[in-house]
């Protein structure tokens, strides 16, 4: 797995910090750099105050997402699709934070699939089973995926809002 994007080829897609506190959905843009290196995702996250819950999803290019929550004990993560770790430094980065024990040769020809922490946000009322589903309708681009995430734990109208001003 190596790096095969430059600094300065950012992907696209969209990077979105979700609180909750006191009992409400937050969300907020996160900057672009966020959707190529997994370390400026968490520090980005790291910086947000909040007393609450906060995890970041992470659209890159609509081809997968990350879900990055920093904790105390250390950075829960789920990759959507592994394979993408072929293409993509963060997906690599993420597999290699995971300990994932993948060889690139297995990624080839493999099909999608997720690797990571299913229940990174079952305590915040989405359980692992649910997600598990929503990652399994591979029929679904990554942004739909997310979509899906955040209606059923209830931010849907608050992701859309910043979706909105970021033009997507």
Do not use: H
């Not at 897609?13 to 190529?36: I, Q, T």
């Not at 993560?77 to 597999?95: H, M, R, V």
């Not at 989405?126 to 591979?138: N, R, W």
């Not at 931010?155 to 997507?168: G, H, M, P, Q, W």
Request: hydrophobic share 45%.
């Amino acid at each position: 797995m190596g790096a095969q994007r430059a600094p300065a080829d950012l992907p696209d897609g969209f990077g979105v910090a979700v609180v909750r506190e006191d009992g409400k959905w937050r969300c907020a843009p996160m900057r672009k750099s966020a959707l190529n290196s997994l370390s400026a995702a968490e520090t980005e996250l790291r910086e947000i105050r909040s007393a609450g819950a906060v995890f970041g999803l992470l659209d890159v290019d609509d081809e997968f997402f990350v879900i990055v929550r920093p904790a105390p004990a250390g950075t829960r993560l789920l990759l959507s699709d592994a394979t993408a770790a072929l293409d993509y430094d963060i997906a690599a980065e993420a597999l290699e934070k995971l300990d994932a024990d993948i060889e690139a040769d297995d990624l080839d020809d493999a099909d999608p699939f997720e690797e990571g922490d299913l229940g990174l946000l079952s305590d915040l009322g989405l359980p692992d089973a649910v997600l598990s589903v929503i990652l399994d309708e591979t029929d679904l681009y990554a942004d739909e995926q997310i979509g899906r995430i955040a209606r059923e734990m209830g931010f849907a109208e608050e992701l859309s809002a910043v979706l909105d001003r970021l033009n997507r």
